[in-house]
C-alpha cells in the first residue's frame, strides 16, 4: 500500500522547476530557484519533496562527481507483454506523464503502461 502523498505548492514548484531544466540540477540549486517563489521553504522541505517526487517516479536521481542530480523522468516507453509467451517487448512511447499531470494537477502515485496481448510468434504458432 503506497502512502497517499498530499500536493503542496512547494513540491509542485519543485517539479515545475527540474522539468523547466533540460539539465539537471543539484538540490542546493533546486533550492536557491525555489526559494525566489518560496522564501521561507527549508533545504530540508526541497530534500524531502525530492525524494517523494523520485517515489512516485516523476524524477530521477544520478550521482555526478559525488554530488546528487535531479532530472525529469524521460517516460519514453510502454512495454508490450504476450500473455502467452509473457515476452515484454519495451516500446517508445512519447508521452509525457510529468506534464499532463502538471497541466492537470491530478495527483498521480504511480504509472504503468503494458499492452497485454500475443506476440508475433506466438500468434503465427496458433495459425
Ligand atoms: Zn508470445
Known sequence: M???????KQSRTILDIIYNNEEGLTASEIYDIARETHPNISLGTVYRNLRDLQDVGLIRET?????????????HSAYLECDVCHSVIPVDFMLNIGDIIRSTGH?????????IGTCKECLQKCT
Request: aromatic share 18%; charged share 35%.
Open 107 to 115: 495527483d498521480v502515485k504511480r504509472w504503468d503502461l503494458k499492452l
Open 2 to 8: 503506497v502512502e497517499r502523498k498530499r500536493w503542496s
Open 63 to 75: 550521482t555526478s562527481g559525488g554530488v546528487s542530480v535531479y532530472f525529469k523522468h524521460p517516460f
